[in-house]
């Protein structure tokens, strides 16, 4: 079985910074594509960043320049560092991966169980 564990979340000030992070385990083969999602109440699942195993990103337009993600490959760890948070950017954010496990030929979409962030003064 495969995991993803999500930490960093929490109450911020308008402006400020957060850092979340999101660590994969279990019988990891490989890793495709990792990204993050978010969900504010009474909206739908977005797509806030993803990136390659080789390190190419792609953003939502509501948060370029704002937020950076990365990766460690060797840690099965994917980041998303937030910077000049406001407050329309309160939501759940989920971790997700395409892992192939172990002995295994497919991959398959895996998701985190939630951090919340919350942007308010």
């Known amino acids: 079985q495969v995991q993803l564990v999500e930490s960093g979340g929490g109450l911020v000030q308008p402006g400020g910074s957060l850092r979340l992070s999101c660590a994969a385990s279990?019988?990891?083969?490989?890793?495709?594509?990792m990204g993050w999602y978010r969900q504010a109440p009474g909206k739908q699942r977005e797509l806030v960043a993803a990136?390659?195993?080789?390190?190419?990103?792609s953003y939502a337009d509501s948060v370029k320049g704002r937020f950076t993600i990365s990766r460690d490959n060797a840690k099965n760890t994917v980041y998303l560092q937030m910077n000049s948070l406001k407050p329309e950017d309160s939501a759940v954010f989920y971790c997700?991966?395409?892992?192939?496990?172990?002995?295994?030929?497919?991959?398959?979409?895996?998701w985190g169980q939630g951090t919340l962030v919350t942007v308010s003064s």
């Open positions: 279990g019988s990891i083969g490989s890793i495709n594509v």
């Open positions: 997700n991966a395409q892992v192939r496990e172990r002995f295994q030929a497919q991959y398959f979409e895996h």
């Open positions: 990136i390659t195993p080789g390190g190419s990103t």
